[in-house]
């Protein structure tokens, strides 16, 4: 093939990556960045290891900012575009997780250990499932929009993990209340914004399509989604504290 050539299909594959107006689950572009997520988030996690608590913290700090920040100016783009302003609340799980992680950030001792579980065991599935199931596939996938979702979902991911190498986040089998309690305070209100004001905040009202929650709702219906919404998280946070219980116990041995 002629030089002149190749750089035509070059421009032309990135000309349609670049206009393309939606994208799919799990699609090439998706793929690459959730290897992309990955490899970042390990390599983070490695440096972090090795440096000094002081360092962590300070860096943790400004990572929870970033995260903060990065969900304003997104909300701002959208309201740009002509968006209500209550349909961009910070009241999904991940969202919830921007100040979840300020707060174990900027905290010490047992307030610290509390909300860098609760970011751990809860935020953090929530954020990984986000980015296996972007609810943003209507964007473009490289639009500002996008890359924004997954930058802000990538950062509240990693955050935790730093908790967890760190030993700021002291995972036990008697801490699970700690996830209920957190949901207890948060759930009612935003349940009530859901239903009166029309929105979907944390998927109370219906899940997203194609992802694991439109199989609760297929099995239950929607007059017990919420109730297979509680029957799933409870699985999810039994096996995750058995995860980690057996992952300590393991390291205690050796």
């Not at 990984?128 to 929009?145: E, K, N, Q």
């Not at 935003?190 to 029309?198: S, T, V």
């Not at 099995?219 to 509680?230: M, V």
Request: aromatic share 14%; with cysteine.
């Amino acid at each position: 093939m002629h030089k002149s050539q190749v750089i035509q299909w070059y421009q032309s594959i990135l000309k349609a990556i670049i206009t393309m107006d939606t994208f799919s689950h799990f699609c090439p572009e998706h793929i690459g960045m959730l290897i992309a997520i990955a490899t970042m988030i390990t390599a983070g996690l490695l440096i972090f290891r090795r440096s000094s608590d002081k360092k962590a913290v300070i860096a943790v700090r400004i990572l929870s900012i970033i995260v903060l920040l990065g969900e304003t100016f997104q909300d701002i783009l959208l309201v740009i575009e002509g968006g209500d302003i209550i349909s961009f609340l910070p009241l999904h799980l991940c969202n919830l997780g921007i100040f979840v992680n300020l707060a174990a950030s900027f905290s010490r001792g047992k307030v610290q250990a509390f909300f860098a579980e609760i970011s751990l065991i809860l935020i953090m599935p929530g954020s990984v499932g986000a980015l296996l199931f972007p609810d943003w596939t209507y964007r473009p996938f490289w639009s500002v929009i996008s890359m924004l979702c997954f930058l802000t979902h990538s950062l509240t991911a990693f955050i935790p993990l730093v908790f967890l190498i760190k030993q700021k986040a002291h995972v036990k089998f008697r801490h699970l209340w700690y996830s209920y309690l957190f949901l207890l305070v948060a759930v009612p209100p935003i349940y009530l914004l859901d239903r009166y004001a029309g929105q979907n905040y944390m998927f109370l009202m219906y899940p997203t399509q194609d992802s694991p929650l439109s199989l609760i709702f297929g099995l239950t219906g929607e007059k017990f989604y919420l109730a297979g919404l509680a029957s799933l998280l409870t699985v999810i946070l039994v096996i995750e504290y058995a995860i980690y219980e057996a992952a300590a116990a393991c390291l205690r041995k050796h």
